[in-house]
């Protein structure tokens, strides 16, 4: 079965500086990947979406690539602020859209 | 419309009891999605519906969990027989028809079972 691998620790950076957040799967060709952010106590909400044939993705501060050899997607967060800090999810597609798979998610923490 | 509608926020039973939790999805969304998530993990999914049809269920669902989305508008979803480790957020999610599109999340109900 496939398997979603996020760095279970916590991610902790300075104001300012770039946040790089990971998702690695395996037993798996998503035909796309998505990443949301999930504050304590409330739902996911969306952020971006690449698909498989697709390498990188931008949304103002954000950034996403995908990398279907390495079976490996990069969030990237540029000058981060404290109001970034919130647990970041990422989730591939099932089979026909009919679910999607998530990580267990990372939690970033920005310091002022 | 404000988006996916979940209530109760917060339910807390007794072992034993039922519960039932709706969800009123994005009103032009054909696609509703009911997932669990306990602490430290990632939304794991339960069912799926397109319009009416349930279409797909967790293998790991017990049978004491049954979900109807009659007419294809709100959705429930019901817990017999609560047990303990049953505790977790119970989210709701919608999206409209076609491929390649995301999710939108309820903002869940908390379920404890004491």
């Known amino acids: 079965s496939q398997k979603i691998e996020q760095n279970s620790e916590a991610l902790n950076i300075q104001e300012g500086k770039t946040a790089t957040l990971t998702c690695n799967y395996t037993n798996y060709s998503p035909a796309y990947l998505q990443w949301y952010r999930q504050d304590p106590g409330r739902g996911p909400v969306f952020l971006l979406l690449i698909r498989e044939n697709e390498k990188e993705k931008r949304k103002e501060r954000l950034k996403v690539t995908f990398d279907t050899t390495l079976k490996q997607s990069l969030f990237h967060i540029t000058a981060s602020q404290p109001a970034d800090s919130a647990t970041y999810l990422c989730?591939?597609?099932?089979?026909?859209?009919?679910?999607?798979?998530f990580g267990s998610g990372t939690k970033l923490n920005v310091k002022p | 419309d404000t988006g996916v509608s979940q209530d109760p926020r917060h339910k807390i039973t007794k072992r034993g009891q039922n519960v039932t939790f709706r969800c009123d999805p994005i009103s032009e969304h054909n696609r509703l999605y009911w997932y669990r998530q306990t602490l430290g993990q990632g939304p794991e999914f339960l069912t799926y519906?397109?319009?009416?049809?349930?279409?797909?269920k967790s293998r790991l669902l017990s049978d004491r969990f049954s979900a109807e989305r009659p007419k294809g508008s709100f959705s429930t979803l019901e817990i017999q027989r609560t047990e303990q480790g049953d505790s977790a957020m119970y989210l709701c999610a919608s999206s409209p028809q076609g491929g390649f599109t995301e999710a939108f999340f309820g903002q869940g109900t908390r379920l404890t079972v004491v």
């Open positions: 989730a591939l597609d099932g089979d026909n859209f009919n679910k999607f798979y």
């Open positions: 519906f397109q319009n009416e049809a349930q279409l797909e």
